[in-house]
């Protein structure tokens, strides 16, 4: 007989009774990393099974972490630098990326939960087809606001705080703004994540330990979780043991 269906059960039903509600991260970031290496292991060497499978994963995931009382997500989709990547799979990636915003009009789960959608990034970097299935995601869902999903696409954290910088500057150079009046709230104010606010927790998938430019500024006082698993695999137990960890923890924003 075998036991391992009925024992994960189980455990899982066990690690979901150690999940406090009310102790639920607010906004979580999410870095979608492990792709190619999930589909390598698959004895693959095209990234776009990856890919695929990994985009797949996504509304898995975020319905876990909505039923568990998170309001906000930002995933960590496509970095700028990913454009250096070969250009068969950056193709690839863009025409997944268009297939899932356009997805999300006729998704009853968006619709459900009233998530609205968002983007952070330079997006004018996408390709118009993309650009255009973002736009009407976004349309769709604008009037949404009992959860908000960020997608960073074409997102670089240092270019995030370049950007804030350069409308600073400029606004100083109009005079509509004194340098003296610069502060945490004015930069935050000319961030992409202006009015959302900042991640609780950001769980990295493939057991690599670094944000690799996610969210800099923002994560500064974050909790992070670096689970020992490619993202196209994460499972159920996998998200509950991050929230799980972060329940545990006692954030004192160094005070």
Not at 17 to 30: I, S, W
Not at 116 to 145: C, F, M, N, S, W
Not at 146 to 168: C, M, Q
Request: net charge neutral.
């Amino acid at each position: 007989m075998n036991f391992a269906g009925p024992v994960y059960r189980l455990y899982e039903w066990w690690l979901f009774r150690q999940l406090d509600k009310k102790r639920a991260p607010r906004h979580v970031g999410l870095v979608l990393d492990g792709n190619r290496r999930y589909a390598r292991r698959h004895g693959l060497d095209a990234p776009w099974f990856g890919h695929q499978k990994g985009a797949q994963k996504v509304m898995e995931v975020l319905l876990i972490l909505w039923e568990a009382g998170v309001k906000v997500c930002t995933l960590y989709a496509f970095s700028a630098e990913n454009f250096d990547r070969d250009r068969t799979e950056v193709d690839v990636i863009m025409d997944i990326a268009k297939e899932k915003f356009a997805e999300v009009i006729g998704n009853p789960d968006v619709h459900r939960h009233k998530v609205r959608i968002q983007t952070i990034g330079r997006v004018d970097l996408l390709p118009q087809d993309v650009q255009d299935a973002i736009h009407a995601a976004k349309l769709e869902t604008q009037h949404y606001d009992e959860h908000i999903l960020n997608v960073a696409i074409g997102y670089s954290g240092r270019a995030e705080l370049v950007d804030a910088i350069r409308a600073i500057g400029q606004k100083i150079e109009a005079g509509s703004l004194d340098p003296s009046d610069i502060n945490e709230d004015m930069i935050e104010k000319h961030l992409y994540t202006n009015g959302v606010p900042d991640p609780d927790l950001i769980i990295r998938t493939s057991g690599e330990e670094r944000l690799s430019g996610f969210l800099l500024w923002q994560s500064a006082y974050s909790e992070l979780y670096f689970a020992q698993i490619y993202w196209p695999a994460v499972r159920r137990i996998d998200i509950w043991r991050a929230l799980r960890s972060y329940g545990r923890r006692s954030r004192r924003f160094g005070k």
